[in-house]
Structure formats: C-alpha cells, structure tokens
C-alpha cells in the first residue's frame, strides 16, 4: 500500500493564500450600509458622507486595491436577501511603447452607442457582453452606458447586462 507524504504543494510552497479576505455590507431600507472587513468596522475616509449603497462598487474597488488581492463579498439587503461574490482588484493600466510618429494622421471615430439596462443593485457593476466594458448601476437600478462604436463587433445589434452581485441578466438592443 501506498502511502501519502504531506509534503506541501507547490501552490502552498510559493505561499499562495488559503483564505479571502471576507467583506460583509449590510444594506438597510434607506440605503445606509455597514462594511465590515475580516468582522472589523470599514470606516468611510475622514469626513466623507456615511456608507450607501450607491458607494458599493467605490467601497469594493477601495478595500481590493489597498490589499491588493481579491476579497469574497457577502451583500445582505434590508430585506433578508443575500449576494455572495468574489471581486478582483481593478487590473493595472498596462504600459505599450509609443512607436516615433512623423506625421500626425487625423482619425475618424464612430459616435460612441448608448446601452441601456433596469432591475439591477444599485452601484453593483453590471458586465455588458460582448464583455466590452462595465457600467454600474445607478440608485434606482438603472444602468446607462456609453460604448464606442469601435469596440461592437460588427453587426451586433443585441448586448446582454450581466449584474455582477445581483445576478440580474438582461437582453437589451444597442442602438446607434
């Protein structure tokens, strides 16, 4: 028989994390929010207004990017329902070389398209596919973006709006 050593993983070996760090918001009827971090109070910055909902993706964006590391969030609303997700710190703007222009060249842009959505969280980010870019959700659930032209494939006509926490799923036309 053989038998099994336990000898850590490589994955544990390059001290890859075990845990996320847990955020819990706690939303109440008028829109107010608590933000706890690992169970510890996550305060607002010095004299800015109180948690909203309307801070959600602000507060997430925030706490991911000074930890630098992806956190599993856990939403409950004033209602008893609840939303579990994992959010990743926003992506560093990567650095391309600029390649010696001789002479500048006018470009022609297309009119950005506008792309409209409802029923999704306020301040959750809401995925717009083709995954071209993200919106959030305003206080009553409304997602208004704007999309270049450029970065619809040609002849798509529909989009879907994918709710990040929420879950919402809506087929909506891009119109030009």
Same mark, same amino acid.
């Given at each position: 028989?053989?038998? +099994?050593?336990?000898? @850590? ?7 890859? &994390?075990?845990?996320? @760090? ?6 109440? &009827? ?7 971090? *690992?169970?510890?109070?996550?305060? &607002?910055? @010095? ?7 309307e ?30 997700d ?9 650095? +391309? ?14 009119p ?5 959505? +409802?029923?999704?969280?306020a301040?959750? *980010? ?9 919106g959030?959700?305003?206080? *009553? ?8 032209? *450029? ?24 119109? &030009?």
């Amino acid at each position: 028989m053989k038998r +099994h050593s336990a000898k @850590p993983t490589p994955q544990a070996a390059a001290g890859a &994390p075990v845990r996320l @760090p847990l955020v819990q918001m706690s939303v109440r &009827p008028d829109g107010a929010m608590t933000v706890l971090l *690992d169970g510890q109070v996550y305060e &607002p910055p @010095p004299y800015a207004p109180a948690w909203r909902r309307e801070a959600f993706s602000a507060v997430l964006e925030a706490i991911t990017t000074s930890l630098g590391t992806a956190v599993k969030v856990t939403v409950t609303e004033y209602d008893g329902a609840r939303f579990t997700d994992v959010v990743m710190p926003p992506r560093a703007p990567t650095a +391309h070389p600029v390649a010696p222009v001789s002479d500048p060249v006018p470009v022609m842009q297309a009119p950005p398209v506008p792309v409209q959505g +409802h029923g999704f969280l306020a301040g959750e *980010d809401v995925a717009i596919a083709p995954i071209i870019g993200y919106g959030s959700a305003a206080p *009553d659930g409304r997602v208004n973006a704007v999309v270049a032209q *450029d970065q619809i494939p040609a002849n798509v006509q529909e989009m879907l709006l994918v709710g990040r926490v929420s879950g919402t799923m809506q087929l909506v036309r891009a119109t &030009p």
